[in-house]
């Protein structure tokens, strides 16, 4: 079994920052990339950001040059730096370890930037 915990969330004014981690642990075998995604209610969840093991990275159009996604694979640890953050940008964040076949999500860790 695979746990998650996330941590670095909280309340931020717009244009500060903040860094999210995210922290593996239990019976990993291979991880084949960690992510973030966010949710807001009534809305589905998305992509922000995600890293492979490999060191490839995708980001959402929206985050794209503030957001940097980066991880410490021997950790089993993914970072994510979100800089000038906007009201937008407010949700829960979830952290996404994919490990093939399955995906494990963390149990998210609210963002909040203040208008």
């Known amino acids: 079994q695979v746990q998650l915990v996330e941590s670095g969330g909280g309340l931020v004014q717009p244009g500060g920052s903040l860094r999210l981690s995210c922290a593996a642990s239990?019976?990993?075998?291979?991880?084949?990339?960690m992510g973030w995604y966010r949710q807001t209610p009534g809305k589905q969840r998305e992509l922000v950001a995600r890293?492979?093991?490999?060191?490839?990275?995708n980001y959402a159009d929206s985050v794209k040059g503030r957001f940097t996604i980066s991880r410490d694979n021997g950790k089993n640890t993914v970072y994510l730096q979100m800089n000038s953050l906007k009201p937008e940008d407010t949700a829960v964040y979830y952290c996404?370890?994919?490990?093939?076949?399955?995906?494990?999500w963390g149990q998210g860790t609210q963002v909040t930037v203040s208008s």
């Open positions: 239990g019976s990993i075998f291979s991880i084949n990339a």
């Open positions: 996404n370890l994919g490990s093939y076949p399955r995906d494990y």
């Open positions: 890293i492979t093991s490999g060191g490839r990275t």
